[in-house]
C-alpha cells in the first residue's frame, strides 16, 4: 500500500515526538538519580563529620577530665590528713608526688602532637614535651584542690582532618598556696592522625572569675 508525502510526514513527526519524549523522560529520570545520590553522599558526608565532631569533643573533654581528676586526688589525700593543732589545710605542703603528677603527663600524651603550639599564660611555648615538663607538671606539683575544672559552650568547625573548636572553661584551684577562680576562653586546633585527634595548636585567655559569667563566645 502507498502512503503519500504527507502521511509518510506524520509518521516521522510522530516517531521522532515518541523519541524526545523518551529522552526526557530518561534525563529526568538520569537527574532524579543524580540528585538522589548527591542526597545520599551529603548524609554519608554529614553522619561523617558528626562522629568526628563527637570525637574532638570527646578529646577536649578528656583532657579536661584527666587535670580534673589528678587536682581531685590532691585534695583526696589533703583531706586524709591529720592536722595538728593550729595547722590549717592550707598550709600543709602539696601532698602529689612526682610519679603522681608524671601519670597525668602519660595519660595526655595521647592527646597531643609532639609539636604542639601553645599559648597561655605562661607565654608562647612549642613542642609538647617542653609544655609538658615546663609548664604542667610542675604547676600540678604545687596544686592543693581543684575540682572546678569545666569546659562549656564548645563550638566545634570541621574541614577534612582538621578540626578548631573554641570553649569556655572554669577553673577553680589552689596553686601553690594561692587560690585561683578563673573564667575564661580557649581555642584549639586538633587534627586527626589514624583513629585519634591530636591537639596542634590551644590557646587560652583567663582571668579572675567576675560576678557575672562574660559573654559565650
Known amino acids: 500500500m ?3 508525502c504527507g502521511e509518510h510526514g506524520k509518521v516521522v513527526l510522530f516517531i521522532g515526538c515518541v523519541a524526545a519524549a523518551l529522552l526526557g523522560v530518561l ?25 568526628k565532631e563527637k570525637e574532638v569533643r570527646d578529646t577536649l573533654e578528656a583532657i579536661a577530665a584527666a587535670t580534673r581528676r589528678t587536682s581531685e586526688l590532691a585534695f583526696k589525700k589533703l ?11 592550707e598550709d600543709l605542703p602539696p601532698p602529689l608526688s ?15 602532637d609532639e609539636d604542639v603550639t601553645v599559648i597561655d599564660g605562661s607565654g608562647f611555648t612549642r613542642g609538647w614535651a617542653n609544655y ?3 609548664n604542667l607538671l610542675p604547676q600540678m606539683l604545687t596544686i592543693r584542690k581543684g575540682n572546678n575544672h569545666a569546659l562549656s559552650n564548645m563550638n566545634v568547625k570541621m574541614s577534612g582532618d582538621t578540626a578548631w573548636a573554641t570553649y569556655q572553661y572554669t577553673l577553680d584551684a589552689d596553686v601553690a598556696g594561692k587560690a585561683h577562680k578563673i573564667v575564661g576562653f580557649g581555642t584549639a586546633v586538633l587534627r586527626q592522625k589514624g583513629a585519634s585527634w591530636k591537639v596542634v595548636h590551644s590557646m587560652t585567655s583567663g582571668r579572675v572569675a567576675p560576678t557575672t559569667v562574660p559573654r559565650t563566645p
Not at 103 to 111: H, P, Q, S
Request: no cysteine; aromatic share 4%.
Open 2 to 4: 502507498k502512503t503519500s
Open 27 to 51: 534525563l529526568a529520570g538520569g537527574r532524579a538519580l543524580s540528585q538522589d545520590a548527591q542526597k545520599a553522599k551529603k548524609e554519608v558526608r554529614d553522619t561523617g563529620d558528626a562522629k
Open 79 to 89: 583531706k586524709e590528713k591529720r592536722l595538728p593543732a593550729g595547722v590549717k589545710l
Open 98 to 112: 612526682q610519679e603522681e603528677v608524671a601519670a597525668l603527663g602519660r595519660e595526655l600524651d595521647k592527646y597531643f
Open 132 to 134: 609538658r615538663d615546663k
